[in-house]
């Protein structure tokens, strides 16, 4: 893989966490609307989704430049849409940009010797 690809990659891993989390509080949201005066689920809403796009747009284009299986784009897809998805999506991305990245520098380092 490129670095083009690594960063892809990592793009695709810094936000999946955060979206999980926005996720998670997006569901205590809405719990606390139905059992208390407390309404914080249009402003955390707001919030999920445009996390939620980002990862929609970086999944987009890790799976353009990975050339992943339609199982494997599947499977990230499907993880950013369970509440605790997300954040077995960026332990198993960042063990794959950076096999991306060694990959990249042995590669580099090829072309130069």
């Given at each position: 893989m490129d670095i083009k690809t690594a960063s892809s990659l990592h793009r695709l891993r810094l936000v999946s966490a955060p979206e999980a989390v926005s996720f998670?509080?997006?569901l205590v949201c809405s719990v606390l609307k139905r059992t208390t005066d407390f309404n914080a689920v249009p402003v955390m809403g707001a919030v999920h989704g445009v996390l939620?796009?980002?990862y929609v747009l970086f999944w987009l284009d890790a799976?353009?430049?990975t050339k992943w299986s339609f199982g494997t784009a599947a499977l990230y897809f499907i993880l950013s849409v369970l509440p605790f998805g997300g954040f077995y999506a960026e332990r198993k991305l960042k063990r794959e940009a950076t096999d991306?990245?060694?990959a990249a520098q042995v590669s580099a380092e090829g072309v130069k010797a």
């Open positions: 998670l509080l997006l939620f796009i980002l799976w353009n430049r991306a990245v060694a």
